[in-house]
């Protein structure tokens, strides 16, 4: 027991460098999906026709500033594939700029549109826009369960396995001390792994992934918390046995999930892929009828 509490000491890092190798829980991302996300909400909640007209003043300028946005989506994909296009900057920059014109030009528009639906010609254009906006934000997801980060290469189900099996022959200071966590972590990644019918993995691998990564916490933290209870050494270094347990025991069930998920996620990807350009097309063409009917009639 002894030698489990020097293990934990020498191999668990120092606060400062834990801190440091932590993914932080809340990424500029997210900040800005949650502006959006409530800006969106208060825009269904206010009664917009009371501030804005579609025809004329902001409400109409919003649907010209919306449309423009949804034109300058196409500035990504064309600095992609046109090397003479290298001019006009980084195309990693080009992919920000484009997630970003994605969510804000949806957003103009469901204000320009009061969030009611109208003429034909309009609620063709809006449902086109809302179905190419939610593909983008999928699109996205997928994207990132198949690189290596946002803008890494796209990785390969062996490099996830065997990343899997290098976790498995590893062990923290905790899963030593408690030996039934790795029989426990081995059911949940059999959990992860497993098929439900009539459900797509990537969702089911990222509810159990979830669903057990919470369950065994809790595992850890009670049979520390007993063990404290009869030895003071285990006692005076519970927090950095759990700490060093939940590390442990998140990667390998990341790890898992990851390797689950990865097939799938490939596979809808490559169709997303297909799918969304025609898609933005049509949106394009509904638009353009759009604003012609408008302003001709």
């Not at 800005?32 to 800006?39: D, E, G, I, N, S």
């Not at 208060?42 to 501030?51: A, E, Q």
């Not at 396995?161 to 030996?179: D, H, Q, T, V, Y």
Request: one cysteine or more; hydrophobic letters at 45%.
């Amino acid at each position: 027991m002894a030698a489990v509490a020097h293990d934990v000491r020498r191999s668990a890092p120092e606060p400062s460098k834990a801190k440091e190798q932590r993914a932080p829980l809340i990424t500029l991302t997210h900040v800005w999906f949650a502006l959006v996300a409530v800006v969106l909400v208060v825009g269904w909640f206010l009664p917009l026709d009371s501030y804005l007209s579609p025809r004329q003043g902001t409400g109409y300028i919003l649907g010209i500033v919306g449309g423009s946005m949804m034109l300058l989506l196409l500035i990504y994909p064309l600095r992609k594939r046109v090397q003479s296009l290298r001019f006009i900057g980084d195309s990693r920059l080009w992919f920000q700029v484009h997630m970003a014109l994605g969510l804000l030009g949806p957003l103009c528009i469901l204000y320009h549109c009061l969030y009611r639906l109208g003429a034909t010609n309009s609620n063709v254009a809006l449902v086109c826009m809302l179905v190419v906006s939610g593909s983008g934000v999928m699109g996205r997801y997928l994207y990132s369960r198949i690189h290596h980060g946002l803008y890494g290469r796209q990785a390969t189900l062996a490099e996830f396995r065997e990343e899997a099996e290098r976790l498995r022959s590893e062990a923290s200071g905790a899963s030593k001390l408690l030996p039934e966590l790795a029989a426990r972590l081995e059911q949940s990644e059999q959990r992860i792994s497993a098929d439900i019918p009539l459900l797509p993995k990537p969702l089911t691998a990222s509810v159990s992934y979830r669903v057990e990564r919470l369950r065994l916490r809790r595992y850890v933290h009670q049979q520390l918390k007993a063990a404290g209870r009869d030895s003071a050494l285990i006692g005076e270094h519970a927090g950095q046995l759990e700490v060093a347990a939940r590390r442990y025991l998140d990667n390998r069930l990341s790890a898992a999930r990851r390797v689950a998920e990865f097939e799938a996620c490939a596979k809808l990807f490559g169709l997303w892929h297909v799918l969304h350009i025609p898609l933005f097309f049509m949106l394009l063409f509904a638009g353009i009828v759009h604003v012609v009917a408008v302003h001709v009639y």
